[in-house]
């Protein structure tokens, strides 16, 4: 089951590389820890594209003291942090004023916080999920194994492709969309014409999804012809 996530803790060992030779007349100052974090967690986020959720970056221990030139501070990173992860150890640089006054390292663990689906009973595979049948709760995805799914129960159809149990986050992997329209089944082809409408009946030669494309074959003559999908026997054709 799904365990109510603890308040982020963040362990992070700050080895300085060294910092750049200062002027002897730079006025300095520290960068304590609830700065370095939240250089640490905009950068994260600007990497990492999170646009929706909670990342949080805290220290479980005294970082080490800081010393640079007073002014406007920046941080990029030496070696990039592309995949989420809840452990790394990245290099970066302080920049102040456009310049940089010292190169750092740090292991960490990061904590992402959002929303995500939860089935609400134990499911079976091939089982439809919908919003009655999930819930949303809000919890650390870094600690997941896999991807959360993101999908709309109310506006996708979809099916489980494993059991589920109760309380469990629905995955990626956990979820296959179900076709509208099944490989070989006929359905009725629509034909726009200006103000014109023509119905005619077609056999669907893949499977089709809601908005998606598929190939059919008319029923009237031997011809292959593309069309969206508008519902589980509707099909307007693409010219």
Request: with cysteine; hydrophobic share 40%; charged share 25%.
């Amino acid at each position: 089951g799904v365990q109510t996530c603890a308040l982020p803790i963040l362990a992070l060992r700050c080895c300085m590389a060294g910092d750049l030779a200062l002027p002897a007349t730079a006025e300095l100052r520290t960068v304590d820890a609830p700065e370095l974090s939240g250089l640490i967690e905009q950068e994260l986020r600007r990497e990492w594209k999170v646009q929706e959720g909670q990342l949080t970056v805290s220290f479980d221990r005294a970082a080490p003291e800081i010393r640079i030139p007073a002014g406007e501070t920046t941080l990029r990173w030496v070696t990039r942090q592309p995949q989420p992860m809840r452990r790394l150890f990245p290099q970066f640089e302080l920049v102040v004023q456009g310049r940089v006054v010292g190169r750092y390292a740090c292991q960490v663990q990061v904590e992402w916080l959002k929303e995500v689906w939860v089935a609400e009973a134990s499911m079976l595979a091939q089982s439809p999920i919908g919003s009655d049948t999930l819930k949303r709760q809000r919890m650390d995805v870094l600690s997941l194994q896999g991807l959360p799914w993101s999908g709309d129960p109310q506006s996708e159809e979809c099916n489980l492709t494993v059991p589920v149990p109760a309380g469990q986050v629905i995955l990626e992997r956990h979820v296959r969309r179900r076709p509208l329209i099944q490989k070989g089944e006929t359905v009725s082809a629509r034909l726009q014409e200006g103000p014109l409408s023509v119905e005619f009946q077609a056999v669907a030669l893949e499977d089709g999804y809601r908005g998606g494309g598929l190939r059919m074959r008319s029923l009237l003559k031997p011809v292959e012809m593309r069309g969206k999908v508008l519902n589980e026997t509707t099909v307007v054709v693409v010219r």
